[in-house]
């Protein structure tokens, strides 16, 4: 029963991993309809809708609780920048340019001589998607996907201050619906009344189930049976996900050195979050702090608020 569990931990992840960049793809399929902040709003706002349903989360009781929400909810809406960069940008090379936020917040946090080793490989893998055939990437799809990124890196440092206030979906519902609030307006701006059609809404909420409220479920449910290091490597096969969902959903077929190219930055994300765990001495008074837990990478779909998502301890979410 235990090996059974074992086995199904792993495939919990791989199903979330999937499920997000399938969703992404079904998103970007959106395109020819709605704008692309168009498919962030109805993303945002129907996840809001869901979370706040099945949460009933409680206001913020101090300024403190109201700024995390807020600056919780501004990263999130900053992730959903991969939907106007997806307008330039393959699949594979947006998801692969907005990992390097993650991973290079991973690579801040270290102090190993390997992590120079894994960032040049992260950027050899991008320079692999243009450089070797001498084409450019549309700058303004680098420099959205990039800034998806770094708000990648900041939801990742507030899901530690979230999770440490409360272990339940209250922040998590109450982010997502500020986040909504930041983005509806620009998808309203650009796709107007569009995005009202029951046709649109129809589609907006799978996009919303498949890339926010399945993976979230699946990861939590794998939290519980692996520790955070372990969920962050399975997580760095997102760039080979994405090309596959690019492939399979949007026709956008990649060359051989382009799958290479997913490859680096894959086993880049992995070896950022692959640490040694080796015994730990007992904690003596006036000791340093540990440093901090492995980074996941918990992908553009929902913050992980739970204390196993960052590694606090390894109990239920």
Same mark, same amino acid.
């Given at each position: ?17 999937v ?7 079904l998103?970007k399929?959106m395109f ?5 902040m168009g ?7 129907l996840?809001?809708?869901v979370?706040?349903a099945l ?14 929400v807020?600056?919780?909810g501004t ?12 307008q ?15 991973i290079?917040? *991973? ?13 040049a ?7 692999l ?9 549309p ?7 990039? =800034? ?8 990742l440092?507030?899901?530690?201050r979230?999770g ?6 209250g922040?998590?519902a109450?982010?997502?619906?500020? *986040? ?5 307006p ?7 009344t ?23 479920s699946?990861?939590l449910?794998a939290?519980?049976r692996?520790?955070?290091?372990v ?8 760039p ?8 399979l959903?949007?026709?956008e ?20 979050v692959?640490?040694?765990?080796g015994p ?17 990478y ?15 301890d390894? =109990?239920?979410?």
């Open positions: 029963m235990r090996s059974s569990r074992q086995v199904a931990a792993p495939a919990l992840v791989l199903g979330a991993v499920s997000v960049q399938f969703g992404q793809a998103g399929q020819g309809t709605v704008e692309p498919v962030a709003a109805l993303r945002l706002g996840a809001a809708v979370l706040l949460h009933r989360p409680t206001l913020p009781r101090s300024a403190a609780e109201l700024g995390i807020a600056a919780f990263a999130i809406a900053g992730m959903n920048l991969i939907y106007p960069a997806l330039y940008l393959p699949l594979g090379l947006a998801i692969s340019l907005q990992l390097l936020g993650p290079t917040l *991973a690579l801040l946090a270290s102090r190993r001589a390997l992590d120079v080793c894994l960032a490989l992260a950027g050899c893998g991008i320079w998607f243009h450089g070797p055939s001498g084409g450019q990437s700058l303004p799809g680098v420099l959205l996907a990039l =800034g998806g990124g770094v708000s990648m890196a900041l939801y440092l507030l899901s530690s979230a440490a206030r409360s272990t339940g979906g922040p998590l109450l982010a997502v619906t500020w *986040a909504s609030l930041l983005t509806v620009f998808g309203a701006a650009q796709s107007g569009t995005l009202l059609e029951p046709r649109v809404l129809a589609h907006g909420l799978l996009v919303a189930l498949v890339s926010a409220a399945l993976p979230y699946l990861e449910a939290l519980r692996l520790p955070p290091r969920v962050g490597v399975l997580q760095s096969l997102e080979a996900a994405a090309g596959l969902a690019g492939t959903l949007l026709s077929h990649l060359n051989p050195l382009q799958w290479l190219a997913l490859a680096c930055v894959g086993a880049a994300a992995a070896g950022t692959a640490r040694p765990s730990r001495r007992p904690a003596k008074e006036g000791d340093a702090p540990a440093s901090a837990p492995p980074v996941t918990g992908p553009a779909r929902g913050p992980c608020t739970s204390r196993a998502c960052t590694g606090a390894e =109990g239920t979410a």
